[in-house]
């Protein structure tokens, strides 16, 4: 009989432990979950790069720049005529828009060619606001959107033996959240 006991204590004893030792190796905690939503970032082209209508020299290389600023004033040399008639100068302007008061990346492309059937001319790109991160105007949740005014210039090289006609091509003004 007292063996019949010490078994029933003993095993009294390890019921308890195994309650005790489940209680104890359980804990709880609260974590709280969150997301901040931006609106999409967008870059709007409002006007195009235009070096005007220009006469190219009689020998040799001149050179065209628009200003990379609001004014997109035209610069000519070595032997290079503006003509002020027809289709004046002007830098291309985007505007970026996007969440308030946050920062993106800007990335212009350095140059890009124009061409005229199989004439091509490399222009390289100025700007306003350099390559980098850029803050939106604004502050998180305002009304309307954030936004950043950009303009791009650039320069060409003009050659003697150069077709005569439009020279075309595209560039690319890309923006990204951080």
């Given at each position: 009989?007292?063996?019949?006991?010490?078994?029933?204590?003993?095993a009294l004893l390890l019921t308890g432990a195994a309650t005790s030792a489940s209680a104890?190796?359980?804990?709880?905690?609260?974590?709280?979950?969150?997301?901040?939503?931006?609106?999409?970032?967008?870059?709007?082209?409002?006007?195009?790069?235009?070096f005007g209508n220009i006469v190219k020299p009689g020998a040799g290389t001149g050179s065209a720049a628009v200003a990379g600023d609001s004014g997109g004033a035209l610069t000519v040399g070595g032997g290079v005529v503006d003509l002020a008639s027809g289709d004046p100068s002007s830098a291309a302007k985007f505007t970026i828009a996007g969440e308030g008061g946050q920062i993106f990346t800007l990335a212009v492309d350095d140059s890009f060619d124009i061409t005229n059937g199989t004439d091509t001319i490399s222009v390289t790109t100025d700007q306003d606001t350099p390559d980098g991160d850029v803050t939106l105007s604004g502050a998180l949740g305002d009304a309307g959107d954030g936004t950043k005014i950009v303009y791009v210039g650039g320069s060409i090289p003009v050659a003697f033996d150069v077709s005569t006609g439009l020279f075309v091509g595209n560039f690319n003004v890309t923006a990204t959240y951080n």
């Open positions: 009989m007292k063996l019949l006991i010490k078994g029933a204590l003993a104890q190796a359980t804990a709880t905690a609260s974590a709280q979950g969150s997301v901040t939503i931006f609106r999409p970032i967008t870059v709007t082209k409002n006007v195009d790069l235009k």
